[in-house]
Each structure stands twice: as C-alpha cells, then as structure tokens.
C-alpha cells in the first residue's frame, strides 16, 4: 500500500500545476515534494510527470493515476467524516410521551439532565395520562 501522502502530494502537485505553487499552498519545501514525488514514481516503476527547469506536464499515465488519487482521497475523507459523525453532539427534535405520574417521579429529572447535556437536541414532550 502506498503512503496517502505521497497520493496527497501528487494530486496537490497537479492541482496547482508545479513543486513551487503546491509547495507554496501546503507550506512545504518544493524539494521535499519533488523527492516523495519522485519516490513515488520509483515504487511505481512509471513517470508521473515530465519536469525540466522551465516545464511541468503531467503525462497520460499520470492524468490516470491522477483521477485514481483524487477518488482515494476523496473516499479517505469520507470515511473520517463517517467516523466523526458517530462522535458528534446529538442534535435534532425528539417527541415524547410519557405519563404525568412517571414525569413527576422519574423521567423529569432526566430529561433535564440530558438537554443540559445535550442543548442541540428538541424535545416536545407530552405528559399525558391517555392511551397513545
């Protein structure tokens, strides 16, 4: 499996359309990019990029890779997002019916307790004594 980062910094490489520009946008050196682009295309056994002092084409096989890149970095994404949504604050409106008598002796009080500890969270609550 390959270091993301190096798929990271291919596709911010393309995106920006040079070592210098991505280097710029990410904060890093042009050579560090250069290098793990370069080891990149070592483990690859395949040119990425045509580079010489005055131009930057990304090659066929690279614009291929490239589109590969971006669908994985895309999905890695996603799948932290899925992972961080199971960690977030509940939210949303919640109805709920109850009888009087059990609000009184046990259910108010967590009720209450939990709309402190959750204030994004709605509740419409019904005390009735009535079928439902």
Partial sequence: MRDLNDLYYFVQVVEYGGFAPAGRALGLPKSKLSRRLARLE???GAR???????SFVVTELGQTYYTHCK???VEADAAEEAIAR???EPCGA???????ALLDAQVGGMVAAFLV???QVQLQLDATNRRV
């Fill in 94 to 100: 919640v109805r709920m019916t109850c009888p009087v």
């Fill in 86 to 88: 199971t960690h977030a």
């Fill in 48 to 54: 990425l990029i045509q580079r010489s002092t005055r």
């Fill in 117 to 119: 500890r959750y204030p």
């Fill in 42 to 44: 070592t483990q690859l």
């Fill in 71 to 73: 669908a994985m970095l």
